[in-house]
């Protein structure tokens, strides 16, 4: 009776929206054909701030390729408004579909395919391992200049397994084939950190990630795969400069019988403090910086983040 459960009946014109009616009696038999639509209320979890924006041509008619900020993930539990690919559709006025995946705390080029043609045709090039694809990571220490007899490239080839409990890959010699090269660009002296390229043939779940640990370089902030927290960059949810704007967005969507709305509504009226609230991690120093797809056609670069661009770098 508070529209949360709403109903379309069969003979109704299926594209406008407006067909769908609150179900107000509780006796009322669903009929074959009927279509219902139930609201739940829900809270997504705390992400760092960021849009996508666009790196894709405006007149490519099959992708729409976003430079995906550190922290948002492409897809998120509930489908909800906190991920790029919500983001992405808001901006195509479009169905979207992605190609690839990129880990949340990861930036860089995401290709989203606007069929699923064009979805298949991408795919199967990076299927095929046609796709080159080059990252950027800032590591921990000083990566070799050199390696294997004078090259400049270290190639990593080291099969892994993925452990759902722990959420993280592990070198194993029964695991996966995974390989991934490396190339210095530049060791920063201050902070005795290394910027490196990373070329992954192979597409593993957090594969960089857990080859640069393997090899005693693991990125530098990402104290999941043995970074330091000192290079971490955090901040907390709802923070109080922000309190006004926040305000506007939640009020109207507010339920007075949910714990976690009775929680903002206090932290709206500021009655709890900074220590208290969550924290939320921005990403990790590692970016896609560039995708080329040889059969399509097609290169899509992004432009490095900030931590990549540093003026001693």
């Not at 606007?114 to 299927?127: D, N």
């Not at 509504?265 to 896609?288: M, T």
Request: glycine share 6%; proline share 6%; aromatic share 8%.
């Amino acid at each position: 009776r508070n529209g949360d459960v709403q109903i379309r009946n069969a003979k109704a014109n299926r594209d406008d929206p407006w067909n769908f009616r609150v179900l107000f009696d509780d006796a009322y038999a669903v009929q074959r054909g009927d279509t219902m639509r139930v609201r739940h209320h829900i809270h997504e979890k705390c992400i760092a701030a960021g849009q996508p924006t666009v790196i894709s041509p405006s007149n490519d008619s099959d992708f729409l390729v976003v430079n995906k900020p550190a922290g948002v993930p492409i897809v998120n539990e509930v489908n909800g408004r906190n991920s790029v690919i919500f983001m992405a559709e808001r901006l195509a006025g479009r169905k979207l579909f992605y190609a690839h995946r990129l880990d949340a705390p990861v930036s860089g080029v995401l290709v989203l395919a606007k069929s699923k043609m064009a979805l298949k045709r991408a795919q199967a090039e990076i299927v095929a391992r046609t796709v080159k694809k080059t990252y950027i990571a800032r590591v921990l220490g000083r990566f070799p200049e050199t390696h294997n007899g004078g090259e400049d490239t270290l190639v990593v080839d080291s099969p892994l397994s993925f452990d759902k409990r722990r959420y993280a890959a592990y070198v194993n010699a029964s695991g996966r084939p995974s390989t991934t090269s490396f190339r210095l660009i530049r060791y920063i002296k201050e902070d005795n950190t290394s910027l490196v390229e990373c070329s992954p043939r192979t597409g593993r779940q957090h594969q960089i990630r857990a080859h640069l640990r393997h090899i005693g370089h693991p990125i530098a902030n990402d104290v999941a795969y043995g970074g330091k927290r000192e290079f971490l960059s955090e901040r907390v949810a709802f923070p109080s400069e922000d309190i006004e704007r926040l305000r506007k967005s939640y009020v109207p969507c507010m339920s007075a019988d949910c714990p976690r709305c009775r929680w903002i509504s206090d932290v709206l009226a500021g009655r709890i403090e900074e220590r208290e609230k969550p924290e939320v991690r921005q990403g990790i120093w590692l970016h896609a910086l560039s995708y080329v797809f040889p059969s399509l056609g097609r290169t899509y670069k992004a432009a490095p983040p900030t931590w990549a661009t540093l003026p001693n770098v």
